[in-house]
């Protein structure tokens, strides 16, 4: 059974491009194109990994990290930030908020798929 992504993005051409990666690794992706349509997936849909872009039009991916990190249902979720913010102490503030991951932009292939293969407890078959 494919692992379900979660990916929440405002931009789509950021939101093609990943979908576009993960796709042909086999993982099922579901789009949410701001933070509350990602909370609400979360919360009513059955996903394995959720991918969080930082600048988002409402509330922004660390919001809906520690959000999704609150509820005990969800708090061991992966989640990973999928971030243009790539500034001395973005990765640091990303991960004091809860995210598991971080991920920079411009995101190559074979970064994305070894972090989201790890995260998901699977082998690096997938990275090709």
Avoid: W
Avoid at 19 to 33: D, F, P, S
Avoid at 70 to 85: F, G, Q, Y
Wanted: overall charge negative; aromatic content about 4%; hydrophobic content about 45%.
């Amino acid at each position: 059974m494919a692992a379900t992504i979660l990916y929440i993005e405002d931009n789509p051409q950021n939101m093609r491009l990943a979908r576009k990666m993960l796709h042909t690794a086999g993982y099922q992706v579901i789009e949410a194109v701001d933070g509350m349509s990602g909370l609400h997936t979360v919360m009513n849909e059955s996903v394995d990994l959720v991918l969080v872009d930082i600048n988002l039009p409402d509330i922004d991916g660390l919001q809906v990290t520690a959000q999704i990190k609150s509820m005990p249902e969800l708090a061991s979720l992966p989640v990973l930030a999928l971030t243009a913010n790539a500034m001395h102490g973005d990765r640091e503030r990303c991960l004091a908020a809860g995210c598991d991951g971080y991920i920079p932009k411009p995101v190559t292939k074979n970064e994305l798929l070894t972090m989201v293969a790890h995260f998901l407890g699977e082998s690096e078959r997938r990275v090709v």
